[in-house]
């Protein structure tokens, strides 16, 4: 804008120059017309009638000056002090009308020149300050960029300081710890010794332990011999392993001084070590290709099954995975797991199972962490029947049969065995037994075999009598003597004396005061049955001082028994008895004998024990049995050094 502004002011400047030296002479009017050759002067000579050519000596247009000087050019012309010697004075407005034409033609052409120098002055002006306001943006933007850079070389700076702080700490801190280190050296072998002994006994502890495949990383330096740390040590060295699961092992060792070495080993269940693993264990590691999930099946039990209750049963299941082991296989009964089986052949053994419905199903891992489910199993536990036998009558029979009959149900097969021996053709829910033995019926219903209890039948087999005499057959007058017939349920009996039926002895037992052969007879079903003659006999004894009549009269009747010296007498009373009894016995000796007195039931089960040393002739035991044993026929036995006697004692309540 400025430049603008001068170059008006210099046209201004001219135009004023040009009105106020009009009357100059025609020279000014070509002052600064600039030329190349003669042509360029062409349109001035034609204007002012003038002879103008091209001074190329000088550049500008000249004319010739008529009194004046030859090529004269009008840069040449004094503008001031015009030279008027050539002008014609006797005609000076004709020459100075001419003249100032001439001028303001020619300040008409310097005008034009000028504008349109102006005009591409002004596009220049206008494109320098298109790229001047370029630049300035580009500028700012340097500014802004220097701005930040000054800002980061300030943060450098200030991490610079920071660094070199720490690297002054470090410095310090390297050598406390180096002179630390040189101070506490030896504590720290000493420590070094100590947790290797504690490494090594918890090693010896854990292989005592394990039963399992243990694998570490063993390092043998200067010779030493290698050492296995325990996984409750160091858990990243030694793991346990699990059979038919394929692992990664990486082992990296820092390369120390000359001799160290790194082996990876394992030990064996059976407590073999192999140090380095061998190579047929080993297979090329990869996971380009995964493994498939693994594909499980339940192969048994099959599929609704049925089992008693309770039951112990064994699942077994078959496991694969494509491209990769299995490493597990659990069994659950629904959601609850009940085992699992880490190694081929898969199998567990679900035991005590009560009764009820259950879904069996497996799941299988492999060594990448998929699973897959089995197909579910229906099984159904049911409880079993219990067999039971109930006689439809009498199991204790001279003669005849009894039916037992076992409990019912659906389904229920059935099986009767005598003896534990299968009945031939015994298949029904009731059987009829006609001979003495145990019973007993199985009863099957699916998968359920039960027993029942034994149940004994007794039947006699043929018509019979016999007499058992409650005590000694022998006693003093006043005494008697109890006689037992063997019973049955439909039999009646006749007691007889010396061949004579005794009236109203009719029942199963007789008691005998007097003397003689007493004989019984037994009736069934219009048949008789006579017994084998019982002699009793009856003494008149004395009273002895300090003994009652009963005692005398069983001192009477003591049976003499050989084999001792001189006798062994013994007597029991009253017999039959209700439990509380006198046992009498006179035994000579001349020495201290072991005495052995022992009562047992008709089972041979003892029902009393009494055992003593003595030297008397004379004996009497008083017995009370307990309220508990039942009536019935009892054997007491006494032994007196190596001699036994026998007898019967008949309890009657």
């Given at each position: 804008?400025?430049?603008?502004?001068?170059?008006?002011?210099?046209?201004?400047?001219?135009?004023?120059?040009?009105?106020?030296?009009?009357?100059?002479?025609?020279?000014?009017?070509?002052?600064?017309?600039?030329?190349?050759?003669?042509?360029?002067?062409?349109?001035?000579?034609?204007?002012?009638?003038?002879?103008?050519?091209?001074?190329?000596?000088?550049?500008?247009?000249?004319?010739?000056?008529?009194?004046?000087?030859?090529?004269?050019?009008?840069?040449?012309?004094?503008?001031?002090?015009?030279?008027?010697?050539?002008?014609?004075?006797?005609?000076?407005?004709?020459?100075?009308?001419?003249?100032?034409?001439?001028?303001?033609?020619?300040?008409?052409?310097?005008?034009?020149?000028?504008?349109?120098?102006?005009?591409?002055?002004?596009?220049?002006?206008?494109?320098?300050?298109?790229?001047?306001?370029?630049?300035?943006?580009?500028?700012?933007?340097?500014?802004?960029?220097?701005?930040?850079?000054?800002?980061?070389?300030?943060?450098?700076?200030?991490?610079?300081?920071?660094?070199?702080?720490?690297?002054?700490?470090?410095?310090?801190?390297?050598?406390?710890?180096?002179?630390?280190?040189?101070?506490?050296?030896?504590?720290?072998?000493?420590?070094?010794?100590?947790?290797?002994?504690?490494?090594?006994?918890?090693?010896?502890?854990?292989?005592?332990?394990?039963?399992?495949?243990?694998?570490?990383?063993?390092?043998?330096?200067?010779?030493?011999?290698?050492?296995?740390?325990?996984?409750?040590?160091?858990?990243?060295?030694?793991?346990?392993?699990?059979?038919?699961?394929?692992?990664?092992?990486?082992?990296?060792?820092?390369?120390?001084?000359?001799?160290?070495?790194?082996?990876?080993?394992?030990?064996?269940?059976?407590?073999?070590?192999?140090?380095?693993?061998?190579?047929?264990?080993?297979?090329?590691?990869?996971?380009?290709?995964?493994?498939?999930?693994?594909?499980?099946?339940?192969?048994?039990?099959?599929?609704?099954?049925?089992?008693?209750?309770?039951?112990?049963?064994?699942?077994?299941?078959?496991?694969?995975?494509?491209?990769?082991?299995?490493?597990?296989?659990?069994?659950?009964?629904?959601?609850?797991?009940?085992?699992?089986?880490?190694?081929?052949?898969?199998?567990?053994?679900?035991?005590?199972?009560?009764?009820?419905?259950?879904?069996?199903?497996?799941?299988?891992?492999?060594?990448?962490?998929?699973?897959?489910?089995?197909?579910?199993?229906?099984?159904?536990?049911?409880?079993?029947?219990?067999?039971?036998?109930?006689?439809?009558?009498?199991?204790?029979?001279?003669?005849?049969?009894?039916?037992?009959?076992?409990?019912?149900?659906?389904?229920?097969?059935?099986?009767?065995?005598?003896?534990?021996?299968?009945?031939?053709?015994?298949?029904?829910?009731?059987?009829?037994?006609?001979?003495?033995?145990?019973?007993?019926?199985?009863?099957?219903?699916?998968?359920?075999?039960?027993?029942?209890?034994?149940?004994?039948?007794?039947?006699?087999?043929?018509l019979r009598a016999s007499i058992t005499p409650g005590g000694?057959?022998?006693?003093?007058?006043?005494?008697?003597?109890?006689?037992?017939?063997?019973?049955?349920?439909?039999?009646?009996?006749?007691?007889?004396?010396?061949?004579?039926?005794?009236?109203?002895?009719?029942?199963?037992?007789?008691?005998?005061?007097?003397?003689?052969?007493?004989?019984?007879?037994?009736?069934?079903?219009?048949?008789?049955?006579?017994?084998?003659?019982?002699?009793?006999?009856?003494?008149?004894?004395?009273?002895?001082?300090?003994?009652?009549?009963?005692?005398?009269?069983?001192?009477?009747?003591?049976?003499?028994?050989?084999?001792?010296?001189?006798?062994?007498?013994?007597?029991?009373?009253?017999?039959?008895?209700?439990?509380?009894?006198?046992?009498?016995?006179?035994?000579?000796?001349?020495?201290?004998?072991?005495?052995?007195?022992?009562?047992?039931?008709?089972?041979?089960?003892?029902?009393?024990?009494?055992?003593?040393?003595?030297?008397?002739?004379?004996?009497?035991?008083?017995?009370?049995?307990?309220?508990?044993?039942?009536?019935?026929i009892y054997k007491l036995e006494v032994m007196v050094g190596n001699k036994?006697?026998?007898?019967?004692?008949?309890?009657?309540?």
């Amino acid at each position: 804008m400025i430049k603008r502004v001068k170059l008006i002011g210099i046209v201004f400047t001219l135009v004023l120059l040009t009105l106020i030296l009009s009357p100059i002479s025609l020279a000014i009017d070509f002052e600064g017309m600039y030329c190349e050759e003669d042509i360029d002067c062409l349109e001035l000579a034609s204007s002012t009638g003038m002879e103008v050519y091209c001074n190329l000596e000088t550049g500008y247009c000249a004319y010739d000056d008529i009194e004046g000087d030859a090529d004269t050019t009008l840069a040449d012309a004094d503008i001031t002090t015009p030279d008027t010697s050539g002008i014609d004075t006797t005609t000076p407005e004709t020459t100075n009308t001419d003249s100032l034409q001439l001028l303001l033609t020619s300040v008409q052409n310097q005008i034009n020149f000028l504008e349109s120098t102006t005009n591409n002055l002004q596009l220049q002006l206008n494109t320098l300050n298109s790229n001047l306001q370029a630049i300035n943006n580009k500028l700012d933007q340097m500014n802004q960029v220097k701005t930040e850079v000054n800002s980061v070389a300030v943060g450098l700076a200030g991490v610079q300081v920071s660094l070199n702080k720490t690297s002054t700490e470090l410095v310090t801190l390297q050598d406390d710890l180096d002179k630390r280190f040189s101070r506490n050296k030896v504590l720290v072998a000493i420590f070094i010794v100590l947790l290797a002994i504690g490494v090594g006994l918890g090693v010896m502890y854990y292989l005592n332990r394990s039963g399992g495949k243990t694998v570490g990383v063993n390092g043998n330096l200067g010779g030493e011999s290698n050492q296995q740390v325990s996984p409750q040590i160091a858990n990243y060295i030694t793991k346990q392993l699990t059979a038919g699961k394929k692992y990664y092992i990486e082992a990296i060792h820092r390369e120390g001084a000359e001799g160290d070495n790194l082996a990876v080993g394992w030990q064996l269940p059976n407590g073999t070590m192999e140090r380095p693993i061998p190579g047929i264990r080993l297979s090329p590691y990869s996971n380009s290709n995964p493994p498939a999930a693994p594909v499980v099946t339940i192969t048994s039990p099959t599929n609704n099954s049925s089992y008693p209750s309770p039951s112990n049963i064994t699942i077994n299941a078959t496991a694969t995975s494509n491209g990769g082991s299995i490493s597990k296989v659990e069994f659950y009964k629904g959601t609850t797991k009940i085992g699992e089986d880490l190694t081929a052949p898969y199998s567990f053994t679900w035991v005590n199972v009560t009764s009820g419905n259950y879904v069996l199903k497996a799941i299988a891992t492999n060594n990448t962490g998929q699973t897959g489910t089995s197909p579910g199993v229906n099984i159904a536990v049911t409880t079993c029947p219990t067999p039971v036998i109930t006689p439809l009558g009498p199991t204790k029979m001279c003669s005849g049969s009894v039916t037992l009959q076992s409990n019912t149900g659906s389904g229920y097969i059935y099986q009767w065995k005598k003896d534990g021996v299968n009945i031939t053709d015994a298949t029904n829910s009731y059987y009829t037994a006609f001979a003495s033995g145990d019973y007993q019926v199985k009863i099957i219903q699916g998968s359920c075999i039960s027993w029942s209890a034994p149940a004994t039948v007794k039947i006699q087999s043929g018509l019979r009598a016999s007499i058992t005499p409650g005590g000694s057959t022998t006693f003093c007058t006043g005494g008697n003597v109890k006689l037992f017939a063997n019973t049955c349920s439909d039999y009646t009996y006749q007691w007889k004396k010396d061949g004579l039926s005794i009236s109203g002895a009719t029942g199963a037992t007789y008691t005998a005061t007097i003397e003689g052969n007493y004989q019984l007879q037994v009736t069934q079903a219009g048949l008789n049955a006579w017994s084998a003659l019982v002699t009793v006999t009856v003494n008149a004894c004395r009273e002895s001082d300090g003994n009652s009549n009963a005692e005398l009269n069983a001192l009477a009747a003591i049976s003499e028994i050989t084999g001792l010296s001189p006798i062994f007498q013994m007597q029991v009373f009253p017999n039959p008895n209700t439990g509380l009894f006198t046992i009498l016995f006179n035994m000579p000796l001349t020495k201290e004998e072991k005495v052995k007195m022992r009562i047992v039931n008709l089972l041979g089960q003892e029902v009393y024990n009494k055992e003593y040393v003595t030297k008397d002739n004379y004996i009497k035991e008083v017995v009370e049995l307990d309220k508990s044993f039942p009536s019935g026929i009892y054997k007491l036995e006494v032994m007196v050094g190596n001699k036994v006697e026998n007898t019967s004692v008949v309890l009657s309540r």
